[in-house]
């Protein structure tokens, strides 16, 4: 099995930054790709990126495109997501998740953390 521990979260005003952290152990030895997903307040948990271990490629949804960026330390088996000019709407517990496949289904991902909770006021 594998353990993933998010962190990094907080309180910050739209505009600002934050990088959050997701650390994984156990058995990792092939696992394809970490994903990011969130979920706000009275919504559903939503795809924002992913990751692929070996290649780097990577995945955005739309409405986090040009503003967060998913990269990862293969040594550290480490996943960050950069997450720049925050607006309200994304204020959500973000979860990261380990897969193996390259997708945006949460069905994709079988592996998940217990969450690190973003708020960002106006």
């Known amino acids: 099995q594998v353990q993933l521990v998010e962190s990094g979260g907080g309180l910050v005003q739209a505009g600002g930054s934050l990088r959050l952290s997701c650390a994984a152990s156990g058995r990792t030895v092939n696992r394809y790709v970490m994903g990011w997903f969130r979920q706000a307040p009275g919504k559903e948990r939503r795809f924002v990126a992913a990751i692929s271990w070996s290649g780097g490629i990577t995945d955005y949804a739309d409405s986090v495109k040009g503003r967060f960026t998913i990269s990862r330390d293969n040594a550290k088996n480490t996943v960050y997501l950069q997450m720049n000019s925050l607006k309200p709407e994304d204020m959500a517990i973000y979860y990261c998740?380990?897969?193996?496949?390259?997708?945006?289904?949460?069905?994709?991902?079988?592996?998940w953390g217990q969450g690190t909770q973003v708020t960002v006021s106006s």
């Open positions: 998740a380990s897969g193996n496949v390259r997708t945006v289904m949460q069905s994709g991902y079988d592996y």
